[in-house]
């Protein structure tokens, strides 16, 4: 197996720039190519040819490659299948904003936190990602869109508070100012509520974005959509977020996905606009995407916005996410399995 150049730090860089025989300050002139866009080492032109010889034989700098794409014609919105190393796949959704291009890329294979309504985890975890697999998401996108990526969302497949170390490093090293120069304000990750998880989160990059999945709020109903309930109930869960809000000063994201019947109801509102009032908050109101493998329905677009009104008029800012990509079905894993699935045929 070649040796992963795109995940080290400069550090590490450094030290294998020793190990083969070459001056230190070679790492970190490595470090600036990765991270600067270069697609092959034929570009990393102020390395010595030997050593550019040898880094081509023993090593790698690209961690995936993207082996199907959707546009949306409408909004630019586009969506990629990632094959990794061994042949696995994640999927990415490129989308842009009036305030730049963002990113929602995936932090495992699979997902083992079995939220019932949620076709990423429908097979279990597969695998953690590395730093590189999620790094790779970043500049492959960027190489296939020609644009440049100013925020990540990582809120495709997977928990990444699942996968908490190579979630730190990615973070780190996107951020590296001899780098990708990302600010942590511009990545925000998001839980299904892992608690530690959120803690360490709050201590480590206090100044990114976090975004929970609520989905419901009562400790059965939710329990019943997302298991991770059980091991971390309502009220620990929302003060763990509070904690959060206190010590970082930013603003959490509620995700909420409307599933019709379930979690949209009167009194659905009543005990989001009881539990949530007060709190350094920001719901985001999503219709449910159908998912071919369960039995649930979104909600529909107009009751949707009757919810974020009745949230606003009593105090919980609230948006309805803008649908973006609804012609390229959205709902993060499909695109996978569809395309295993025809594989299979
Ligand atoms: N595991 C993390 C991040 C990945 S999921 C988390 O749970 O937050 C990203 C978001 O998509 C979560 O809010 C998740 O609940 C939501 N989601 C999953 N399946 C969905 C679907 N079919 N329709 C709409 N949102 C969905």
């Not at 973070?171 to 120069?181: C, I, N, V, W």
């Amino acid at each position: 197996m070649k040796i992963n150049l795109q995940e080290m730090t400069i550090e590490e860089l450094k030290a294998f720039a020793a190990e083969k025989g070459e001056k230190p300050f070679r790492g970190k002139q490595l470090f600036k190519w990765i991270h600067g866009g270069a697609a092959d080492f034929d570009e990393m032109t102020d390395l010595p040819a030997g050593f550019r010889k040898l880094l081509k034989e023993e090593t790698t700098i690209r961690s995936a490659e993207i082996i199907r794409s959707q546009k949306d014609s409408r909004d630019g919105t586009e969506k990629f299948l990632y094959r990794l190393g061994d042949g696995e796949t994640v999927e990415g959704v490129f989308m842009k904003y009036r305030y730049g291009n963002s990113l929602c890329l995936s932090s495992q294979v699979g997902c083992r936190m079995g939220c019932t309504f949620c076709a990423s985890t429908i097979d279990g975890l597969v695998r953690n990602l590395t730093a590189a697999e999620m790094l790779a998401q970043v500049y492959e996108a960027e190489r296939k869109t020609g644009e440049k990526i100013g925020h990540i969302v990582v809120m495709g497949m997977g928990e990444p508070f699942d996968n908490y170390e190579n979630l730190n490093r990615f973070l780190r090293l996107l951020h590296s100012p001899e780098g990708r120069k990302m600010s942590y304000r511009n990545m925000t990750v998001s839980t299904s509520g892992i608690l530690p998880g959120i803690r360490r989160f709050g201590e480590d990059f206090p100044a990114a974005g976090l975004a929970v999945s609520l989905h419901r709020l009562t400790d059965e109903g939710r329990s019943e959509i997302m298991p991770v309930n059980r091991s971390y109930p309502l009220d620990e869960l929302l003060d763990a977020c509070r904690e959060y809000t206190e010590k970082t000063g930013r603003r959490i994201t509620f995700e909420y996905a409307l599933i019709r019947g379930v979690n949209d109801r009167d009194e659905d509102v009543e005990l989001m606009k009881r539990r949530l009032r007060g709190m350094l908050c920001h719901v985001n109101l999503i219709p449910l995407n159908n998912v071919e493998e369960n039995s649930f329905t979104g909600s529909s677009r107009a009751r949707a916005g009757e919810i974020g009104e009745k949230l606003i008029r009593s105090g919980i800012p609230a948006t309805v996410r803008r649908e973006l990509g609804s012609e390229i079905d959205g709902a993060c894993g499909q695109l996978r399995r569809r395309t295993a699935a025809e594989n299979m045929e």
